[in-house]
C-alpha cells in the first residue's frame, strides 16, 4: 500500500479560488485589500518567495507593493519604513520577509509592526492570542499544515500528534494549534532522546526542522498521516523535504510531497491573512 499524495497545490488553488469571491465582495464595498511586502538583502530563497507572495496577490486581485531595501538598510531606516506602512491606508498587510541581514535586529522590526497588520501574525501579541485560543489571524505554514491534516480526512481530537522543530515560525504555533483541535500533542527537536520512538508514536507527524531527510519510513507508524514542511536543496540541486519521500510513502497513510506540499498553502494562508487584515480594518474604521 502507497499513501495518498495530498496535493497543496490543489488545496490551495481551491483556497484562492474562493478568496477571489471574497475580494470581489469586498470591492463592492470601496475596499480593495492591499499587502506591503518588503525585502532586505538579496538572498535567492527570499527573492523567490517574495516573487511567489507577490503573483498570488495578482491572482486573487489584491493590491500588493514591494519595498525592496539593500543589505546596507540601516535599522533605523527598516523601522521608519515600518512606521510608514503601518500608517498607510491603501496598506492592510505588512510582511517582512525574514531572515534579516545579521545586522538588524528581527524582533525589534516585528515588534514595531501594527498588530492589526501583522498578517504573518508574528507580533507578541498575535502569539499570545494564538497561544489563548483567540487568534485574529493564524500564522501562515501551520494553518496551511491544519488544512492538509483535514484534506486528509483524520480527525484530529484525541490522536497522538508529533511535531518535530519548535520554531517562532512553525513547530511552536503549529503545537498550539493542534492542542486547540484536541490531539495529544508531543514537540521533538535536536535535543530529544529517542526521536525514532517518539516520532512512531504519531498519528499525525509535522516535520519542520530544516534537515534534509532525516525522518525515514522506519520511524513513521503505518498508516499515520505525515506532513513535511521542509524545504531543502541538496548539493545536486534537487529539492527535497525533511522527510525520506520514498521510503514514507510505503509506511503512511497520507504524505505531502515537497514541492507541491506545504509550500503553495503558506502562500494561500498569507493571502487569506490580508483579504481577513482588510476586513477587520473596514470594521474597526
Ligand atoms: N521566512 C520564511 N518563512 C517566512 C514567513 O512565513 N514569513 C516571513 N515574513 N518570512 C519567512
Same mark, same amino acid.
Given at each position: ?9 490543489? #488545496?490551495?488553488?481551491? &483556497? *484562492? $479560488? =474562493?478568496?477571489?469571491?471574497?475580494? +470581489? ?119 496551511? #499544515?491544519?488544512?492538509? &491534516? *483535514? $484534506? =486528509?480526512?483524520?480527525?484530529?481530537? +484525541? ?127
Amino acid at each position: 500500500m502507497t499513501a495518498k499524495i495530498i496535493s497543496g497545490k490543489q #488545496v490551495a488553488a481551491r &483556497i *484562492k $479560488e =474562493s478568496l477571489k469571491n471574497e475580494v +470581489g465582495l469586498l470591492k463592492s464595498k470601496g475596499i480593495l485589500p492591499g499587502l506591503a511586502v518588503v525585502i532586505v538583502g538579496s538572498d535567492p530563497a527570499s527573492r523567490i518567495y517574495v516573487n511567489s507572495k507577490k503573483k498570488a496577490c495578482e491572482e486573487i486581485g489584491i493590491y500588493s507593493e514591494e519595498y525592496a531595501l539593500s543589505e546596507e538598510t540601516t535599522q533605523e531606516e527598516l523601522l521608519r519604513l515600518v512606521r510608514t506602512l503601518n500608517e498607510k491606508k491603501d496598506v492592510h498587510g505588512i510582511l517582512v520577509q525574514l531572515p534579516l541581514p545579521n545586522h538588524l535586529n528581527e524582533k525589534e522590526v516585528i515588534n514595531t509592526i501594527n498588530p492589526d497588520k501583522d498578517v504573518d501574525a508574528f507580533h507578541p501579541i498575535n502569539v499570545g492570542k494564538i497561544m489563548l485560543g483567540e487568534p485574529d489571524y493564524l500564522p501562515c505554514t501551520p494553518a496551511g #499544515v491544519m488544512e492538509l &491534516i *483535514k $484534506e =486528509s480526512g483524520i480527525d484530529i481530537a +484525541g490522536k497522538e500528534c508529533v511535531v518535530v522543530g519548535r520554531s517562532n515560525i512553525v513547530g511552536k504555533p503549529q503545537a498550539m494549534l493542534l492542542l486547540q483541535q484536541h490531539g495529544t500533542v508531543t514537540i521533538c527537536h535536536s535535543r530529544t532522546k529517542n526521536l525514532k520512538e517518539v516520532c512512531k508514536r504519531a498519528d499525525i507527524l509535522v516535520v519542520a526542522v530544516g534537515k534534509p531527510q532525516i525522518i525515514t519510513g522506519d520511524m513513521i507508524k503505518p498508516g499515520a498521516v505525515v506532513i513535511d514542511v521542509g524545504m531543502n536543496r541538496l548539493e545536486n540541486r534537487k529539492l527535497v523535504g525533511d522527510v525520506e519521500f520514498d521510503s514514507a510513502v510505503n509506511v503512511a497513510g497520507a504524505i505531502t510531497p515537497v514541492p507541491g506540499g506545504v509550500g503553495p498553502m503558506t502562500i494561500a494562508m498569507l493571502m487569506k491573512n490580508t483579504v481577513k487584515a482588510a476586513q477587520i480594518q473596514l470594521l474597526s474604521k
